[in-house]
């Protein structure tokens, strides 16, 4: 038997290896604390390169029983608007039966908020992600278009948080840095 791979799927496969064995390189696990999943902007902000800054907190759950799956999404693109292209949202895509429904509520910059003690986040009139305790976070979002989706969520972590990277240079100039951080790898989910 051979195995054929696409181009596309090379490639894809090929970033994963490279990702996950740069990611592995850093060496022994770094403790993780409630403030390296805050909000992290005043630490990059140089004033000259904000606009390209842009940072997320991204939840899922997967409820086989009744034929769900969901992903939430908060996130800041630009937060003082530099670019004047600057982005606050709120996403969801849910997975069921007759298809993914995806719908986002998207908001100029100033809509935002967030801790840079730890992941508590305001998103619009709606969307919230609230820091309950080193293992508990709760977050809530509704939004709308052809489909209404509404979410209030306990997620209790089960497995030790992944620091893959942190500011990790990404590209030619010395601005270019990314963090990577999972910090709930595995969590029940609770909730409506």
Do not use: K
Not at 143 to 155: D, P
């Amino acid at each position: 038997m051979r195995l054929r791979l696409s181009p596309g799927i090379f490639y894809v496969c090929l970033a994963y290896l490279c990702l996950s064995g740069w990611a592995l390189a850093d060496g022994g696990a770094t403790p993780v604390t409630r403030q390296d999943d805050a909000y992290h902007f005043a630490a990059f902000a140089d004033g000259r390169h904000d606009g390209s800054f842009a940072e997320w907190w991204y939840f899922n759950l997967v409820e086989p029983e009744q034929g769900v799956q969901a992903i939430f999404a908060y996130s800041i693109v630009d937060p003082t608007n530099r670019s004047g292209r600057g982005l606050s949202s709120v996403l969801a895509v849910a997975y069921v039966a007759g298809g993914p429904h995806q719908e986002g509520a998207y908001m100029p910059p100033d809509s935002f908020a967030a801790s840079a003690d730890q992941a508590d986040v305001t998103v619009g009139p709606g969307g919230r992600i609230e820091v309950i305790d080193d293992g508990r976070y709760r977050i809530v979002g509704a939004v709308s278009g052809a489909h209404s989706i509404a979410w209030n969520l306990g997620y209790t972590r089960q497995s030790d948080s992944w620091f893959a990277a942190d500011r990790r240079h990404v590209g030619r100039f010395p601005w270019e840095q990314m963090s990577w951080l999972v910090y709930m790898p595995s969590a029940s989910v609770s909730g409506p």
